[in-house]
């Protein structure tokens, strides 16, 4: 389709409705412009074609033959585009809100607070996407995105979640007994790190602990980090937003913790106005107490 073939849309709109309506001044009133502007319209399309399309008929104006041919096939083509929008917008209304989140945060804070939500909001679907890759989010059809960094991401608007300190945590077996005040009384244990984790681990070394004399193991995600902590098999450090169940259980013990300004899981989706229903959940995201 070569659109440079025909006038813009907006003149074949205007005509449209003054053809209807009989008039400039309803056409006007109906699209919300000026009488002039619909005139003008009205003039950009006889141009192109170079054929009158409107003539004044008393106090109004009434189409041409060609105009009210012209007219009747816009007519039937607007009636076309309003379904077809209306149709993708109840399919839009009517699809699961597309969540795309961390794995680890998914399973450790999204997932156990869901169910609240659920009970809150029996009618709404949501669509949990876990993974670590960056995703484009209108063009992967994500309506937002739950992540973990700075909140410094090109092309989104990001609005802080939760802090996401370092907490070093073990279970209490592993540190029985133990007057831990500082990194050299767990010198001694073994040390769990994500492979992707440097950040942590430079804070550990920058603390005062020698991870080149420790036995330090690597794992890839941060899921089997935290399985590994439970299952006590070392000392690490995860983001405490993750672990707050297992602390309030006792299931792990919270040894030592620091906070990196700015450093957290953030809401992302695309700048610019939100449905209803993003705007829902976001706003009961924000207010989530813990569990």
């Avoid at 996407?129 to 994500?142: A, N, S, T, W, Y």
């Avoid at 005062?208 to 935290?226: F, I, Y």
């Avoid at 610019?272 to 993003?278: F, I, M, N, Y």
Wanted: net charge negative; with cysteine; glycine share 8%.
């Amino acid at each position: 389709m070569n659109w440079r073939e025909i006038p813009s849309l907006a003149s074949l709109r205007a005509f449209e409705v003054a053809a209807r309506t009989g008039s400039y001044s309803a056409a006007a009133q109906e699209l919300n412009v000026t009488h002039a502007a619909i005139a003008q319209h009205v003039r950009t399309v006889e141009t192109h074609l170079d054929t009158v399309l409107m003539v004044r008929e008393g106090r109004g104006m009434a189409p041409t033959e060609t105009g009210a041919a012209l007219a009747a096939e816009l007519s039937a083509g607007f009636r076309q585009i309003v379904a077809g929008v209306q149709t993708a917008s109840q399919d839009v209304a009517e699809r699961p809100l597309a969540i795309s989140v961390t794995p680890s945060f998914a399973e450790n804070w999204l997932m156990p607070r869901l169910t609240r939500f659920w009970a809150a909001y029996p009618g709404f679907s949501l669509s949990v996407h876990p993974g670590m890759e960056l995703v484009d989010l209108r063009r992967d059809g994500f309506d937002l995105a739950i992540r973990y960094g700075r909140g410094s991401w090109p092309g989104v608007e990001a609005t802080h979640l939760v802090p996401a300190n370092y907490t070093v945590a073990a279970t209490p077996s592993l540190v029985d007994g133990r007057d831990v005040k500082d990194f050299s009384d767990l010198y001694d244990l073994p040390w769990l790190f994500q492979t992707d984790g440097r950040e942590a681990q430079k804070w550990v070394e920058e603390s005062g602990l020698d991870l080149a004399c420790c036995q330090a193991h690597e794992v890839a995600t941060g899921s089997m980090l935290l399985s590994g902590i439970r299952a006590g098999a070392g000392v690490g450090v995860i983001a405490g937003a993750l672990i707050e169940d297992d602390i309030a259980t006792g299931r792990l013990v919270a040894l030592m913790q620091h906070q990196i300004e700015g450093l957290g899981y953030y809401i992302i989706h695309p700048p610019g106005a939100l449905s209803e229903r993003v705007k829902t959940l976001k706003s009961w995201l924000l207010s989530c107490d813990a569990v």
